[in-house]
């Protein structure tokens, strides 16, 4: 206990503090321990103010032990216990999309209602390399043969693409899946209630509904289908896309200026239109 009366002995009387009890630095310095070897002066014996030496002396004590045991538990595994190689990452989900562009279709269901307060449903088949729909129908009570059948008729003497992208819906059922299997098409299923993961099919249907049904009144199956035939004409053709730097489905040539004044074409009935050059 010398090591405490040198420590009284070496504060000085500035040190004190009239909201701290007399008795507390001589327990604050029984809670420091002192440095092994010897070979540089204690915090104890030193004359630095006991308020210093545990707020820098303590402070670092406190880190280095705690840095030192975990560096320990970080090398030494635990006993019985073997080290598992880590597998290298799988690639994402947009990583995916973008390496099967070109052999990868969606297909996915949306419901236009009619003036009648008919629900009407639409089936779309899209192609992710050029945004391009291939395939297209309308039912009232689309069943899981009915949708096989529409995949028969999108892509007709062997076709189709190597995967098909849809969500866990029930309409595709198992002869769905029995005659997407026999064409040679890879199914790949999206994660339950996570329609961002069939983005391109999500996008061209919003497409659909604020270019065109947020415009009009259905009045029926056929209304629907010209409706639609209509539309599909100006998307194909005439529709730019950013992903495909501002060109449409089906290339469009680069008309400069020298071809003439640019002229309006309306297409789907006026609601949009074609702009092209013309030399007249």
């Not at 009387?13 to 204690?42: H, M």
């Not at 297909?107 to 779309?124: E, G, I, K, Q």
């Not at 062997?158 to 819906?169: E, G, I, P, V």
């Amino acid at each position: 206990m010398g090591w405490v009366a040198r420590g009284a002995a070496c504060r000085s009387p500035p040190d004190r503090d009239s909201l701290a009890p007399a008795r507390l630095p001589r327990f604050l310095d029984l809670e420091v321990t002192p440095r092994a070897g010897g070979s540089s002066p204690s915090l104890r014996s030193s004359c630095v103010p006991w308020r210093t030496r545990i707020r820098f002396g303590a402070r670092h004590a406190f880190t280095a032990n705690c840095s030192s045991s975990a560096s320990k538990s970080r090398s030494a595994p635990l006993p019985g216990s073997c080290r598992v190689a880590r597998r290298p990452p799988s690639q994402t989900w947009r990583t995916f999309l973008q390496n099967h562009l070109a052999d990868l279709i969606s297909v996915d269901f949306f419901v236009v209602p009619t003036a009648t307060f008919r629900v009407l449903y639409v089936f779309v088949v899209l192609l992710h390399h050029r945004r391009k729909v291939v395939h297209f129908n309308v039912t009232d009570s689309p069943t899981a043969d009915w949708t096989e059948q529409q995949i028969v008729e999108a892509f007709p003497e062997d076709s189709a693409r190597r995967y098909l992208l849809r969500d866990r819906d029930n309409i595709y059922g198992c002869e769905f899946r029995r005659r997407v299997k026999s064409m040679g098409i890879a199914e790949v299923l999206t994660a339950p209630r996570s329609p961002w993961q069939n983005p391109f099919a999500e996008r061209v249907i919003g497409t659909f509904r604020r270019e065109l049904f947020d415009h009009v009144i259905v009045m029926n199956e056929a209304h629907l289908r010209r409706r639609l035939r209509s539309y599909l004409l100006y998307y194909h053709g005439s529709r730019t896309h950013l992903a495909l730097e501002k060109d449409a489905p089906e290339q469009r040539a680069v008309e400069l200026p020298v071809h003439g004044r640019i002229v309006a074409l309306p297409l789907v009935f006026g609601l949009h239109h074609r702009y092209f050059r013309s030399a007249a």
